[in-house]
């Protein structure tokens, strides 16, 4: 059922807002962006052109809000949807959308049945609290619902949980294309390709994105070529082209993936 | 040497930027933040409050830098100081601070040095291009130095070289308190002690953040509390107040550092 949502030729741009103090502490490691910039990518071709890491603070929270639903087309937030005094994200996104911050009948009523009339306490009510006029993201591992308001998808912290519930947010995305990408391990370093790369890169400037990372693994040296674009025959022939300079340098290769 | 920095007593704030399309693509996990962010914290007393993560387009990062470098004390940028050409990050810099873009004198005889008069390609003399103005951050693993411009510190991508320089920024940095925290890992749910720990975090609203983040680890199911602090009795007097609740609610409860 999820499945069955638009298909749409312009590339769609998304941001992500991670709200959380233990990230900025350095305390917690990350796990949430790349596993959604990959899910947004492959599956639904919406990119994801900026992400942020701000503080359980209101005014913090509100101010992000604000500027991120007014420049893209999508905001993913993260943490701050659970039981405890520093999950204060609905009542912030309540405040940046002007809504009333209430409780959201159908998330009482499946939270109620989750934990029954006896063990549905305080922090756990609080979970149904969400700003006037959401939409749910059902999560089937800990019931606790993520919500949708305007242009902003909220999910909670942890990544097992987001992970269960990801794919219950596709009914609110239109689709974009597909990036298509081809990866290639050179055994060089940067520099001795950065000239050709970059006259490549240029001529391909307005189809292809190519990103250039070198790498140090098992011991050896060498450069991964990434190049990513929407529109096959552009990449088909972009990549010819790096695959040429490759062999004309005798540089040592492998394709990835 | 590098340690020989002042200490003050008011906590400095910080801000990372990440720049780079891999991240934001989600072809390469971050790792970044966490360890600037822990080394800033433990090491220098500087808290990290907001973290970016925007594409290799130079407006893009010439915004950015103008309102992190106007917001906080320190802005630390990561990715975009190799030779090839999506490596912008210290051109916009230029742009972005409206000084000129040119050879650091130092750099290029390190380079130079490094590399010898063949190897010296354009790709390689290009890392030895910087803001006017720069002091280096030197880089003992792959010679291509960092720079310093105003408050913001430019730093590799690649974490293994980011961490070989990193003690090398301290000469920039003014001290801050030490952060304290204090960490207790409980065997329960976050809903079942949610409403007594939001009245101990007002009770020290004014001293102590305390986080509560939910585990699922080898089966079991908990909560670690932490709580954070520059006043060490403050800590002290509210981690108290902590471990009372948990022994009156009879939670199983170990220290985890």
Redesign the interface.
């Known amino acids: 059922m999820y499945l069955t949502i638009k298909k749409n030729k312009k590339k769609k741009k998304a941001s992500i807002l991670?709200i959380g103090?233990?990230?900025?502490?350095?305390?917690?490691?990350?796990?949430n962006?790349?596993?959604?910039?990959?899910?947004?990518?492959l599956k639904c071709g919406i990119?994801?052109?900026?992400?942020?890491?701000?503080?359980d603070i209101e005014k913090i929270i509100i101010k992000n809000i604000r500027e991120l639903s007014r420049t893209y087309k999508y905001v993913f937030t993260t943490g701050g949807i659970?039981?405890?005094?520093?999950d204060i994200t609905a009542k912030s996104i309540s405040k940046a959308f002007k809504v009333k911050y209430e409780y959201h009948k159908k998330a009482y009523s499946i939270l109620l049945k989750y934990y029954g009339e006896t063990k549905f306490?305080?922090?756990?009510k609080?979970m149904a609290m969400m700003p006037k006029g959401s939409s749910l993201i059902k999560n089937p591992s800990s019931a606790a619902p993520g919500f949708k308001i305007k242009n902003v998808l909220c999910l909670p912290g942890?990544p097992?949980i987001l992970k269960s519930m990801i794919d219950n947010c596709l009914t609110y995305l239109t689709k974009g294309s597909k990036?298509l990408?081809y990866s290639i391990n050179l055994m060089t370093v940067?520099?001795?390709?950065?000239?050709q790369?970059?006259k490549i890169?240029?001529k391909y400037s307005k189809n292809v994105?190519?990103?250039?990372?070198?790498f140090?693994r098992l011991g050896a040296i060498g450069v991964s070529i990434?190049s990513?674009s929407t529109k096959k025959n552009k990449l088909k022939s972009c990549t010819d082209e790096i695959k040429k300079m490759v062999r004309e340098k005798n540089i040592k290769a492998f394709k990835i993936k």
Chains 1, 2 share one sequence.
């Not at 103090?21 to 796990?31: A, K």
């Not at 962006?33 to 990518?41: D, G, K, Q, T």
Request: hydrophobic share 35%; charged share 20%; no cysteine.
């Open positions: 991670i103090n233990e990230i900025l502490s350095g305390r917690t490691q990350d796990l962006v790349s596993f959604l910039a990959n899910w947004l990518n990119s994801v052109n900026e992400v942020r890491v701000i503080p659970g039981p405890t005094h520093d306490n305080d922090g756990r609080k942890v097992s990036v990408s940067e520099s001795n390709i950065a000239k790369l970059g890169q240029k994105d190519i990103g250039s990372y070198p140090f990434v990513r």
